[in-house]
């Protein structure tokens, strides 16, 4: 069972950039598809970027695309959510996850998911 661990979360004003880090464990993280969602209060947890085990295939939503970079290392078992333009609607606890087949968009396709971050955009 992987175990993967967020970071990177903070109180930030509007136009600020932050990085999220989300270390997995376990020496298979470079064959997995990397996920990367968000839950604002009282919404349902919504995609927002995934890449390919090899980084050559990215999904963003429509939301973040042109502001948010997914990037992972598979020598550091990790990947980042870099987020810049932050928007007070960024606001939400931020959640790394391991997919488990083929790209994709949908959170019923990831099955091991980090404890979270919170992103706080302030106005």
């Known amino acids: 069972q992987v175990r993967l661990v967020e970071s990177g979360g903070g109180l930030v004003q509007a136009g600020d950039s932050l990085r999220l880090s989300c270390a997995a464990s376990g020496r298979t993280f470079r064959t997995y598809v990397m996920g990367w969602f968000r839950q604002a209060p009282g919404k349902e947890r919504e995609f927002v970027a995934s890449i390919s085990w090899n980084g050559r295939s990215i999904y963003y939503a429509d939301s973040v695309k042109g502001r948010f970079a997914i990037i992972r290392d598979n020598a550091k078992n990790t990947v980042y959510l870099q987020m810049n333009s932050l928007k007070p609607e960024d606001t939400a606890v931020y959640y790394c996850?391991?997919?488990?087949?083929?790209?994709?968009?949908?959170?019923?396709?990831?099955?091991?998911w980090g404890q979270g971050t919170q992103v706080t955009v302030s106005s």
């Open positions: 996850a391991r997919g488990l087949s083929g790209m994709s968009v949908d959170s019923t396709d990831f099955n091991s």
